[in-house]
């Protein structure tokens, strides 16, 4: 049938920031479907507050709203826009959240608007109760789940001995907290335990509820897509490694499935084709199954089902080569899956996908590079990104997937001491599995633990255990041999052993690896991903590496071609934003006939769209592959300038292989800046700042240019975590935490913070903006709110920023896009920072001006200059907006010896925009889904200097109707003024009473601007913390207070006796 | 052990040798599928052929006592990308090697299967063997096998036997049936006999059926033609009779529909189907070379599957002639369920 003639306007709702454990980056996919949906001339209204996205962009056909995707924001957008539908399936939880809201408004039904690839019935299914229903109304086994109530009574003991069967999984559901989980094995263990939970004095039934414990069974995940003629592709069927104890999302994920054989995936899908028929869907399922074999039979539960774009439908877009993007979208809006063709494969959507190779996905954890922090793995997600291997067989896949993940060196020091424990101590680690139980879990098998002796503790699955000891096989032999031998070689780059690792191994330089490999002759074959097996050729061209196999690569030919490094898996500090800049580059070497190869394999990479790019490489980013693809491709031009610090390390290694960095000199610009940042130019101050391997010259810094410091370093050449510290007992502190090989230490100066994007030709400069950073709590820049234009910076001021600026690029001497920090104090200017590469708020800043600043980075890399390309020297104009970017906190759950180190990390970020800077910072807290509410309980503290403005603040909230609370001195303060004031303890005193009274929501507004000391600063990051992990807004600057103030009182009226 | 895979141009693909260490020769054949390798090697159709697997790996799963599709496996060996060993300890599986050896079938792993599928993608049949060495005197033997002729011959039963039920009685023609498809009759109480592919009209006469199929096997229509044309005349349109993958290429040669040899044999389980009149779409298990051409189908059809690779007909129903014809199979093994309702059909045709 063809499609359903009355949609001519499809609102798609997006999936906001990037949040670590919820939301995976599905910008790739909502890109595709907004393909889909303009080629048939419908009108796509897209809402999105996230900045750094390419669905975003602006193009004909579209619609975009950098708005919050509240409900509030969203009806004011639906009753603009009167869309006839709206599609769910690309904004992750978000948008199912807010389509349960709009449901429940009232205002689908009132305006006649359709829901699309969402209907009431899958709307249920997050409800754990509700699904059990409904499953078990259709005959599928669900797990057992006992919900407590109040009325249980002394009935209780013989009712639980009777129904419940163990081991048993207790859930205590704890509000504005992640519910806790627990085992228990016997009947005596959960009554022993209830006896001592009831002895609480919040005790009651009604918070447990237990179910079946399926945490020992296999998770298998299958993608399924429906057609409104009832018609299903199944897309994807992937296993854990991992049981259902630890998250799917942080465990390793292998596809196609290995452990399945036809009948039980027969059974598999005659179950999901049921739920699916069940529900009605027209649009994708993904579903969780819990699986426990015995013999030949499988005892199946189904664990959850989404019916949204999930992260394992990426992995089928990209190693199935399924275009689930576009043919979710066009079966939404009624076409049959037999009328669509998938645009990458050629193939009728119809079509399942085969796969002659292994995709295994590896979860990624922020910040676990450094070695010192660490995850425990369980039922909640806390990896931020992921790669995805791809290769022939196993072995080589899964060692794709740690060489994008894991640092080589570190993976194998790990395996190394763990080697060197005991079977006791392997044992105990593997049964408290963390960001390194991979590694940990090789070690044992290295060990050699049996599979009998593996399996009760971590419930691997025989293939996989084989699959691993042949790893270590391999491994021992390598480094036992004297004299490797050709076979040995090739049956190492056979199963993936990278360079590095072999070089590792041997003991020896990794050019001596590389040596050896031409010796032999041994390079590696690239084979074309597709979804047929090989049968039939795809329409875009993506490869992978293998050794040993049949080459299937040709040079691209192309006049002018460029190598670009993708990005690496999402992580704080490494956003979509460098994604953002990647794909705006490559769109404007198109234009300039550049054949673009990229290297990545970040399955949710947009930048990566295969369609985008005129070959991709899916393999992990590293020097190796980078220089294997160039020199098989015959490339001299890489390009990094938007990749993000890290690749642009791999700089000097790619030139010292003959390579070009695009804009970059051969010599290192370190040099040029270093110097630069020691003898600033003229009317720049210099901050004064050490580094020392001797702890008494730090001191000695110190005593010299007093407190506040921020004090950072090095430790085993991994830069740690650095903080502001305001007295000697935490300088201690952070030197006993960090164990530092180098200290450097800065006087730490207040003031107002700019950040300048500049571009130069290596003659001229160009700026297209300044940025100021407002609520700077610490020395993170992206976790501060960003401001454009800049609100406390004179025309003058603007002047001399843009006037420094030139003169300190014209002096690094090369072209490109450049990122200054500057701080402002008073009459004095600091430089602090200049980076020869993009930073972080490119996109942000591209977005406000609405003018492509990327586009503009890139032609001056390529040799353009900026006068014939009509940049003026100097600031770019701006508009009459005010563009805030907020960053996005996630809770990152690792342990870390560093008290210094906020849990909360920004792991995305959207904008405000608005005339005004008070309401743009309203949006952009709104946004960032930090309610900030209209009553309430509000937290104060602040230090002594502020009293003054900080009492008329709190005059303010008061007329408001807000309630205060403080700390003692804070509070008699405000008491002296005549406001009502209660008292809190401060936390280090009692943690209980102010960080449980946020927790529970009974503090809906945090304002803490404190002059810290040692225990202060520790405070402020658990009561930071603790209020962000809450959704409550948290204000560090009493300016960005009285700015939502100003929304709050416009916003309220007044009420006062008179 | 280091083995060989050669092919009748002289190419030689080196690999790991498991199973049985014998020479074989055969015909080479691509298996797409992920799922299911223990069906597909014991499937009859596969009978004379060396089946590659593009799966990246089989065995992982074991061989296990309800999957045999013959007890006998009669293909001359399999090649794969890579094998699983010892998977489980657990008594309910036998591993890969270990049955490979027992059936005296030869199997190559580590070998690159991608590029013999591109070589079958340019050419339509392959000769190879699986050797010890890749010297002349090899490829000499390669050369001088002649591939069998009349498959049916060699895999089907020899002598007539019953599958007895209490309900509808089938007449089952054995050109390389497949135990799921019996399973499937047996769930529907359908008793069975299975005669040889030589049986006379005569034999199924006797036997009084209320409905005939004519199974899936290895081999051309035209070979069968002879036997199958006197049974045809005497029963169509009389008795429902259901064709099933060589039964079906034989069926439409009957009644003169214009067969296409397809561009890549279908040898795998995501072909889709789609029934033109309700637009269902079925994932279908297809082991076929052959297709129908739909402008050649004179025959008002009630059902008319077409397969959505190649738009030719894949099977057809029409309830007053009584008869059934799917290129695919529909008890799935490898494959998924959705066509199993055929089965349900041809129960409702005999009624």
Known sequence: MPLENDLDKILIIGSGPTLVGSVAEMDLLATDAINALVEEDIHVVLVNPNPATISTDKRPGVTVYLEPMSLDFLKRIIRMEEPDAIMTAYGSTTALKVAHELSQDGILQQMGIKLLTLNKRTLMMDDQQKRAAFLKNIGIDVNQYWQLSEDIDENLIKKLKENVSFPVLVTKHQQYLHNLHLNFNNFDDLITYFKKESQSETFSWRHYSLTEDLSSWEEVIVNIIRDSAGNVAFVNFSDSIEPVAINSGDSVTVMPSLTLNNDQVQQLRAIAKKIADNLKVVGILSIHFAINHHGTQIDTKVLAINSRITRSAVWSQRAGLYSVGYIVSKVAIGYHLNEITDPMSGLNAAIEPVQDKIAVKMPYWSLSESGSNHYSLGKRMQASGEALGIGQNFETAFLKGLDSMTNTRLALFIFKSELKKSKEEIKKDLIHPDEMHMIKLLAAIAKGFTFQELHPIIYLHPIYFQKFQHIIKIGKKLCTEDKISDNLLLEAKKRGFSNKLISYLRNTDISNVDKRLNKSNLTPSYLQVDGSAGMYRPKVNVFYSAYGSQDEFTPLKAKKKVLIIGMLPLQVSVTSEFDYMISHAIKTLHKNNYAIILLSNNGESVAARYKDVDRMYFDPITAENIIKIARKENIKDVLLQFSGKKINALGQTLIDNGLHILGRPDVNPKDNIKRLLRFPIRGLKQNPSLTTTDKNMAIKFIKAHGFPILIGGISKEVKQKSAVIYDMPAFEKYLTENQLDKISVSHFIEGNKYEITAISDGKEVTIPGIIEHLEQSGSHASDSIAVFRPQNLSKRGQKRLTECSTKLIKKVKMRGIFTLHFLSVGKSLYLLQIKPYAGHNVAFLSQSLGKDITACATEVLIGKNLKDLDYDKGLWPTNNFIHVKMPVFSYIDYNSGNTFDSKMKSSGSVMGRDTQLAKALYKGYEASDLHIPSYGTIFISVRDEDKKRVTQLAHRFDRLGFKIVATEGTANMFAEAGITTGIVTKVHNNPHNLLEKIRQHKIVMVINVTNLSDVASEDAIRIRDQALNTHIPVFSSIETAELILDVLESLSLTTQPI | ?351
Do not use: C
């Not at chain 2, 045999?68 to 496996?73: C, G, L, R, W």
């Not at chain 2, 040899?261 to 009149?277: A, C, M, R, S, W």
């Not at chain 2, 009584?322 to 290129?327: D, F, G, Y």
């Open chain 2, 1 to 351: 052990m280091k083995r060989y895979l050669i092919l009748e141009d002289g190419s030689s693909f080196p690999g790991e040798g498991i199973g049985a260490t014998i020479i074989s020769t055969g015909e080479l054949v691509i298996q797409t599928s992920n799922f299911g390798y223990q069906e597909a090697l014991t499937d009859p159709t596969n009978a004379g052929k060396i089946l590659v697997f593009t799966t990246p790996m089989i065995g992982s799963t074991g061989i296990n006592a309800i999957d045999y599709e013959s007890i006998d496996p009669t293909v001359k060996g399999i090649i794969a990308n890579d094998v699983a060993w010892n998977i489980s300890d657990s008594e309910t599986f036998q591993d890969l090697d270990s049955f490979l050896k027992e059936k005296n079938i030869p199997a190559i792993f580590n070998v690159d299967t991608r590029a013999l599928v591109h070589r079958l993608m340019e050419e339509n049949t392959i000769k190879a063997s699986i050797m010890d060495t890749n010297d002349e005197h090899a490829f000499d033997q390669i050369k001088a096998l002649v591939l069998p002729k009349n498959k049916s011959a060699m895999v089907s039963t020899k002598n007539a036997y019953a599958a007895p039920n209490v309900g509808k009685t089938v007449a089952v023609l054995d050109l390389g049936l497949k135990h799921s498809m019996l399973r499937e009759l047996s769930l529907r109480k359908i008793n069975v006999t299975v005669l040889p592919y030589d049986a006379s009209v005569r034999d199924i006469e006797n036997l009084r059926p209320d409905g005939i199929i004519i199974s899936n096997g290895p081999g051309k229509a035209d070979e069968v033609e002879t036997n199958l044309a006197p049974i045809f005349d005497h029963f169509y349109s009389k008795q429902p009779i259901w064709g099933i993958g060589l039964g079906f290429l034989a069926l439409s040669n009957y009644l003169n529909f214009e067969l296409v040899t397809l561009p890549e044999e279908f040898n795998g389980t995501n072909y889709p189907v789609i029934e033109q009149n309700s637009n269902q779409i079925w994932q279908v298990a297809m082991n076929i070379d052959q297709l129908v051409l739909p402008d050649s189908v004179q025959l008002q059809m009630d059902q008319e599957y077409f397969d959505l690779h190649s738009e030719l007909l894949a099977g057809f129903s029409n309830n007053k002639e009584k008869v059934i014809a799917t290129a695919f199979n529909a008890e799935g093994a490898p494959g998924s369920l959705d066509a199993q309702v055929i089965f349900d059909d041809f129960v409702k045709m005999m009624e």
